[in-house]
């Protein structure tokens, strides 16, 4: 009889903190032992030559997610449309590219409660191959959602609400926004919050269309660093003034990462994430013929090459301290696509988003470790062990020890990979990353002890994901600092 269900035998370990050359005897789902040498008598898992990695977790993306009219544009009706990336194919993808766990958004629509969504959600995700678990959006923080509902939700383990403070009909006044803080306060929650500015961005957008300036390339225009960074302050000072946590998602540029190295200094609970398009896209993509820019154009809108140096010394300094996708896919074709209004339609009107569940660990591989801009360690903190432990995943999740789930990626590091569409293997009829050479490329991926994914061919059975729920955990405790003393969340009224 086995002692093991698998053992992983003869690859580097890579754990975030220092790496060694030993086998991983998997038990029921989960790393049973690490040693120098595990006998024979167990299924094998050759890893000789390779680095194994924790699998990763990308803690923003956007999967199945419905939306009722949309979330970009002014003409919305009242149709369902449905994210093109369903939990099959994003597990499929995600599996490709060495990720093994995802968090993801539950939507809120205004005028609606969030239990409704939240079930049908729930019902999509189960569909999946990856485990996941929840970030609940909320964009109509009534009485009853605050006071009633999110604390089922709580309950259920979801323990991260999103905000927007841009996009119609998305975004939240600063007072919608303190309800929030003030309730994830009460439930133990963090909130995580797109720092762009609702009003600015209005107004510029208002004014290049009224002069002609409509192409996806204008899109950088509507929204330039400056609308990041006011917004990433006042975030940042909002919550503070509540003694909340909070992460700030998707940052593009110096400017905003400054806020934020500014917030840490000062002892305050804010964190900061990026994305592989922040530090390989630019503005100048979008500026092709025709509809043809539309397919780089996300929120924030990438920057410059000189942008890209200074975003990596934020993640150098820990500013960044976790790289997710923010995979977010509409294909150029198609009713639901990008060209959802036209491929004429102005850049206000074109969805905006995209996809990279599978490019995120082997760009941010290629171009940090193989390009020596950060350590494997630092890799691995970014991608899995730094989401684990914000999420409140971990110990469970995001690293490579005895009694976590056995979600690991077999790494190739030397080996050279030029990225295609089709390598991508998710439902979006292109990437962004299209020709772009990586060095260093997963090979296989096992998630809770299972070979999901082997030389590209995925092998996991839908419905085998499992839901993750939350618990309490310190990180995303209040520091117990209040302005004057006065603690105006607990305040009687």
């Known amino acids: 009889m086995a002692d093991y269900d698998l053992v992983v035998r003869g690859g580097e370990v890579a754990t975030g903190f220092g790496t060694a050359r030993c086998d991983i005897g998997i038990r029921g789902g989960r790393i049973a032992a690490l040693a120098e040498s595990i006998a024979d008598g167990s299924p094998v898992l050759e890893a000789g030559g390779l680095l194994v990695l924790p699998g990763g977790i990308d803690s923003h993306c956007h999967i199945e997610e419905p939306a009722r009219g949309g979330y970009v544009g002014s003409g919305a009706g009242a149709a369902v449309t449905v994210n093109e990336e369903s939990f099959a194919s994003a597990s499929t993808s995600a599996f490709a590219g060495g990720t093994t766990s995802v968090v993801c958004f539950v939507p809120q629509w205004k005028g609606e409660g969030i239990l409704p969504r939240l079930a049908d959600y729930e019902q999509r995700a189960a569909r999946g191959m990856l485990d996941y678990s929840f970030h609940q959006i909320i964009t109509d923080p009534t009485e009853e959602v605050l006071e009633r509902e999110v604390p089922q939700i709580v309950a259920k383990g979801i323990r991260s609400l999103k905000v927007f403070l841009t996009y119609e009909p998305l975004h939240l006044s600063d007072e919608e926004y303190i309800k929030v803080l003030v309730t994830a306060r009460r439930n133990g929650c963090l909130v995580t919050v797109h720092c762009e500015n609702y009003a600015a961005i209005k107004w510029r957008t208002e004014a290049l269309i009224a002069a002609g300036l409509t192409a996806p390339k204008y899109h950088a225009w509507s929204r330039p660093s400056i609308v990041e960074r006011e917004a990433t302050h006042r975030a940042i000072a909002l919550a503070e003034l509540v003694d909340q946590p909070i992460q700030v998602f998707h940052v593009s540029c110096e400017e905003a990462a400054e806020e934020i190295a ?226 105006a969340a607990s305040a009687p009224g």
């Open 262 to 487: 500014r917030a840490q200094a000062r002892g305050l609970k804010v964190w900061g994430e990026t994305c592989p398009q922040y530090l390989t896209l630019t503005a100048d993509d979008m500026d092709r013929p025709g509809f043809d820019g539309a397919a780089f154009m996300c929120s924030p809108s990438p920057r410059t090459t000189a942008e890209h140096a200074k975003v990596w010394e934020m993640i150098r300094r820990g500013t960044l301290d976790i790289v997710t996708s923010d995979h977010c896919g509409f294909s150029m074709a198609g009713e639901q696509g990008k060209a959802a209004s036209g491929r004429d339609a102005p850049f206000r009107d074109i969805p905006n988003g995209i996809p990279g569940l599978a490019a995120r660990l082997p760009i941010l591989f290629s171009e940090g470790v193989s390009k020596g801009r950060i350590s494997l360690d630092h890799f691995v903190r970014l991608t899995a062990t730094n989401p684990a432990r914000l999420m409140g995943l971990a110990p469970r999740k995001g690293m490579i020890a005895v009694g976590a789930d056995a979600d690991l990626a077999l790494w190739d590091p030397r080996k050279k990979v030029t990225l295609t569409n089709a390598l991508m293997q998710h439902a979006i009829d292109y990437t962004p990353y299209e020709g772009l050479e990586v060095t260093g490329w997963p090979v296989a991926t096992v998630r809770r002890g299972a070979v999901v994914m082997r030389d590209g061919v995925v092998q996991a059975e839908p419905g085998t994901g499992q839901f993750l729920p939350r618990g309490p955990y310190d990180m995303v405790r209040p520091r117990g600092v209040l302005a004057n003393g006065f603690d």
